[in-house]
């Protein structure tokens, strides 16, 4: 029978209650006293001379307090970037400043140029629109390659648009060279990762408040890792001591990475509300959003696959070209690198890799990682390149698969990770079941009797969860830690709450995290509460990006939990006059082993802060622990997906019309929790191998700058999916043995699609089309399939 | 949105007089005017709401056997009311939008605004309909003047829209992936006279008529009529989601797919 509470549970999602009936706090619900309303003035160039702002005629408008320009931040910081890449000859990245508001030039269409306060939103809008600034128009780099050739500088003072020149292992290059030169069969693919924009669905949302009296500062905003925002805003930018720097995360709308990093809106109004000392609030727009979050992906791709006569791996060449946008938003250099590179091995025993990846700077919006960061980018050339591959060597494309697999754990792959637990012949046997391959040739025929192409693609995929190793990603230029904290409060009635470090913006934390608790200390569900999103009553932590919450964040919340129950049980030893090495929790009460003595948690808790009769001499009052977690490696999920297309071949409109994914997360805390994980990431996966993308005129004009021309997936656009994620190797190095799910989906599906797609054609008689890039809108295919 | 007056007449009349004013724009169901208006793409000095009309409202056979539409009769309700009138068109107004933009649009709105990827333009012109406005009657053939352009005079209101009702009927959409607009959709109307083909979303004119296609169509209505004839791509609208050549080549497949469901 299913478990009804506890770890591998489905408790509904107690944070819905709030969000389906509306009663949920987001940062555009904070509205203080006093509050004034910025807007922000944005470049329509995606490159220019600033040579003036007039704010003028701009300040004497109705409720106008203050219009803010780049001259007023030129005395304090830039947005810090929080990785340095160091390239292949051992210099560092080139790191350009960025400023607040834009100073000199403009780089990008909504580069910010000036800040209105005003005392209504519509005010400080109307006169955003007086404010004069003057530019001297320049000719727009947004092609990467034009841009390394001798393009336009972004950055005078840098002397080049190539941020870095990154290979990885430098060491194998000649290898691996050597190895493709003398290799049976070499399959090439060439191509694009596109660009994506986030898309969350509540857009980004900046409250800065400042009290003169006792000079604290708040800023509440829309954030994945409030503690992140408050060292970077706090130490780099604005010079405010963390004491005296709050920074509070509320409910938040989804972020997909595109909340974790430190933006210009956060510092500017935080700096107008020291200045004014009035509250100031800033809420983006839709158009705003898109012309202002960091963007995903963004890569062009080569990639060689060496391979023996039995269609052996041997090598791996890659050659990518990775976008990062006018500015380095916080952690953009390490997701084409480290985020990426590393997971090249994939599922397979490649003896030989090298990764080449030169970050270009361009004039479009900044790009950084976005759900699966690096890892879809990795998995989607590889799995492209591997189906090509046994296309032109005629042989299965799951049997050339499973004659690569890694089949014994540890795996100490050639790109630097080890991979701890694995088994991925159990999820490729497990998806040809869900998905029922065996019943792919009758689907065929009814399609064809329609008139319809049908297609099936199945791939695998491997990422990185659970960052990171503080001291590992550190020798890897890291400006940061990336362990996580965790304090759990036990009240004298017996109540626990947990406060995390990591942060909740739909994935369920408050649910699945008092599942744990509840779990190991046999209270229910209900008597346990998460508490996450303010820096001023959660310990310091890293937040959440990465599938990392319950990896990281979970086990740093063991940990604590584990030292409770420790000081718990030494509690009641002395309530059982036992000793506490005799003391067993089970089901929330303690008992002396092998007796019936025992004395219940509520009665323990009451003892810990009435400790009337309580070893005072030995122990402190009280039941609270904080503890930190740094994890010892990564995490490495894993899993096969298969996708089943059919294709219109007089319009070359894609449907999908099956899509499995069988997935090891290791350790499942709950099942629908994880459904819903990986039914999402599914869903922005589809999105977008067929509909999403993002496209710039030569000019740097943002051409999908709205719905009308962004194509986001929509319900009718995906099939009901078949997920299981039994599947189960435990992570062998957290204390919970879980892995991670909230990126797999979205780093799996693109290339089913892709592959299901030109497998479709193939079986069309279309053998000339490789591939198709993404994403696969109607005109794409149906262009690829003449000739 | 930058501010302005707001009125709702409840006669045409009132209507009529309150456009007077200089700037003033109607509003039907506000789905292509509000979004404007935020974006501060347009300073009306008043807006001259056409939803309490109640003469502009609602789904009626005509006593010349037409359909008639009030100018501002949502979406939604000509997909219902029209349902056994003229099947066709209910079926494209069930198509345009979301509920939300079904319940709230209308079709003397989507006409006056004559987006060159709207669905109604096409019903209107292959119908032959007329649009009744406050002053004039209006033949579908010299309404639509290209790209967001048609014969309304400023301050003009769609009152009403007759659509003869043809023997068989079908519209064929294929859906622009973002928008859902038609990236190309086509309308065939067969009358007794012969048939009639409005193409919308492919070209840079605007809806349009397939003259050809109508040709072939009036001596055999069948898909098989139309496999043999081509567009040229010249004149498509090329952009993100479909070159002119894919469009041209969706003109045919669309007019053979809705043929094949007219008959
Ligand atoms: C998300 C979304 C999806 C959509 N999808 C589709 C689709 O698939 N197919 C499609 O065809 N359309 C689509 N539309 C457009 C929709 O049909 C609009 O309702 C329509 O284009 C405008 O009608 P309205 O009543 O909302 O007009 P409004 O937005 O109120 O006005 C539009 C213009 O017409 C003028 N006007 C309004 N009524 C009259 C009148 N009676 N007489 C004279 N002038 C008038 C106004 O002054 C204004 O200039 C979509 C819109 C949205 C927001």
Redesign the interface.
């Known amino acids: 029978m299913p478990k009804d509470h506890g770890i591998g549970a489905s408790s509904k999602r107690r944070e819905d209650v709030r969000f389906l009936t509306g009663r949920g706090r987001y940062t555009d619900d904070i509205n203080l006293t006093g509050q004034a309303y910025a807007a922000f003035v944005r470049s329509q160039v995606a490159h220019g001379r600033l040579r003036g702002v007039d704010t003028s005629a701009a300040a004497a408008m109705p409720g106008v307090l203050h219009v803010f320009t780049g001259k007023d931040f030129e005395s304090v910081g830039g947005l810090p970037c929080g990785w340095q890449v160091t390239d292949r000859h051992g210099k560092p990245m080139l790191e350009p400043r960025h400023p607040v508001l834009a100073h000199g030039k403009v780089r990008h269409v909504g580069d910010p140029i000036a800040l209105v306060v005003a005392e209504t939103a519509e005010q400080a809008r109307d006169a955003a629109e007086a404010v004069v600034a003057e530019i001297e128009e320049l000719p727009a780099v947004i092609d990467m390659k034009a841009a390394v050739r001798g393009g336009p500088l972004v950055h005078d003072e840098l002397g080049s648009n190539l941020c870095y020149d990154w290979g990885f292992v430098e060491e194998n290059r000649e290898a691996v060279d050597q190895a493709i030169r003398n290799a049976h069969h070499v399959t090439t693919l060439e191509l694009v990762n596109q660009r994506l924009v986030p898309n969350a669905m509540e857009p980004r949302v900046a409250v800065g408040d400042y009290n003169p009296a006792t000079d604290e500062t708040t800023l509440y905003t829309t954030s994945q890792n409030p503690h992140v925002i408050r060292l970077l805003m706090g130490a780099f930018v604005l010079g405010i001591p963390e004491h005296k720097l709050r920074v509070v995360a509320p409910d938040v709308g989804g972020g997909f990475g595109s909340k974790i990093f430190h933006y210009a809106e956060e510092a500017a109004v935080t700096f107008a509300a020291r200045a004014l000392k009035r509250p100031v609030k800033w809420t983006a727009s839709r158009s705003e959003s898109f012309v202002t979050d960091a963007q995903g992906r963004d890569h062009v791709t080569k990639i060689e696959l060496a391979l023996d006569k039995d269609g052996h791996f041997l090598a791996i060449r890659t050659e990518t070209y990775a976008n990062m946008g006018a500015y380095l938003s916080t952690f953009a250099p390490s997701v084409p690198t480290w985020l990426h590179g590393t997971l090249m091995a994939g599922n397979y025993k490649t003896p030989l890799i090298y990764v080449n990846v030169k970050a270009v700077f361009t004039n479009t919006v900044p790009v950084d990682a976005y759900r699966g960061a690096g890892r879809p980018e990795a998995t989607f050339q590889l799995e492209r390149v591997i189906d090509k591959a046994a296309r032109e060597m005629g042989i299965d494309p799951v049997e050339i698969r499973r004659r690569n697999f890694i089949d014994s754990f540890p795996y100490q792959t050639p790109v630097a990770v080890q991979y701890d637990t694995g088994n991925y012949h159990a999820t490729m046997d497990k998806l040809l079941e869900i998905a029922d391959v065996a019943g792919f040739e009758k689907r065929l025929q009814e399609s064809k009797a329609r008139g319809m192409l049908r297609g099936l693609g199945i791939n695998c995929y491997i990422e990185a969860c659970g960052i990171a190793p503080s001291n590992l990603v550190g020798q890897l230029g890291a400006r940061a830690g990336l362990y996580e904290s965790a304090t759990v409060r036990v009240n004298a009635t017996g109540g626990i709450v947990v406060m995390t470090g990591s942060h909740s913006h739909g994935q369920g934390h408050e649910t699945s995290f008092a599942q744990v608790i509840s779990e190991m200390i046999g209270v229910p569900e209900s008597q346990v509460e998460i508490i996450h999103g303010d820096t001023a009553n959660t310990p310091m932590g890293m937040g959440t990006y990465g599938s990392r919450s319950i990896a990281v964040g979970g086990s740093a919340m063991v940990r604590a939990a584990n030292k409770i129950i420790a000081k718990a049980k030494k509690i009641a030893a002395h309530l059982l006059e036992a000793s506490d090495a005799d003391i067993e929790l089970k089901d929330g009460k303690f008992t002396v082993a092998g007796t019936d003595k025992s004395v219940d948690w509520g009665s323990v808790c009451l003892a810990a802060y009435v400790p009337h009769n309580y070893p005072l001499a030995d122990l402190e009052p009280g039941l609270e622990e904080t503890a930190f977690y740094d994890p010892s490696n990564f995490t490495f999920p894993a899993g096969a997906y298969a996708c089943e297309v059919e294709v219109d071949p007089e319009t070359g409109k894609v449907t999908v019309d099956r899509f499995a994914a069988a997935d090891d997360f290791g350790n499942i805390i709950n099942p629908m929790i994880v459904d819903g994980q990986v039914h999402g990431g599914l869903a922005q996966g589809i999105g977008q191998a067929l509909l999403e993308t993002t496209a710039y005129d030569e000019n740097g004009q943002l051409l999908t700058g709205s719905y009308m021309d962004y194509a986001m997936p929509r319900a009718d656009d995906l099939p009901f999916y078949r997920v299981d994620h039994s599947c189960k190797t435990p992570c062998t190095h957290n204390p919970l043995g879980v892995k991670g799910c909230g990126e797999a989906g979205a780093i799996g599906s693109p290339p089913a699609v892709v592959n299901a797609v030109i497998d479709a054609l193939h079986r069309g008689g279309m053998t000339h089309v490789t591939h198709i890039d993404m994403p696969l809108s109607p005109s794409r295919v149906w262009a690829a399939m003449q000739r | ?2 501010a302005f007056d707001f009125e709702r007449p409840t006669t045409i009349a009132d209507a009529v007089k309150a456009l007077a004013a200089a700037d003033a724009q109607a509003l039907g169901g506000g789905q292509t005017l509000i979004p404007t208006l935020k ?2 793409l347009a300073q009306p000095s008043k807006l001259v709401s056409l939803t309490h009309i109640a003469e502009m409202r609602g789904v009626c056979r005509a006593d010349d056997g037409s359909v008639a539409i009030g100018g501002a009769t949502p979406h939604a309700v000509v997909a219902k009311e029209a349902a056994s009138l003229y099947p066709a068109l209910a079926k494209l107004a069930g198509q345009i939008g979301d509920p939300a933009v079904r319940s709230r649009g209308t079709i003397g709105g989507s006409l006056a605004n004559n987006d060159p990827s709207a669905c109604y333009p096409a019903a209107v012109l292959a119908s032959g309909a007329t649009i009744v406005t406050n002053s004039r009657r209006i033949a579908a053939d010299d309404f639509f003047r290209g790209m967001f352009a048609t014969a309304l005079n400023p301050g003009e209101i769609i009152v009403e829209v007759r659509f003869p009702v043809p023997e068989k009927a079908a519209y064929a959409k ?1 859906p622009q ?3 859902r607009f038609a ?1 190309t959709g086509v309308f065939v109307a067969k009358f007794a006279s012969g048939v009639r083909v409005a193409v919308t979303g492919a070209s840079e004119g605007g809806v349009f008529r397939w003259k050809e296609a109508e040709q072939a169509l009036s001596s055999n209505f069948s898909a098989e009529a139309v496999r043999g004839l081509s567009v040229s791509p010249a004149g498509m609208i090329g952009d ?4 002119p ?2 469009r041209a ?2 003109v045919r ?1 669309m007019t053979a797919r809705a043929v094949q469901a007219a008959a």
């Open positions: 949105m930058y974006q501060r294929f992936p973002a928008s990236l993100l989601h479909g070159t050549e894919y080549h969706l497949v």
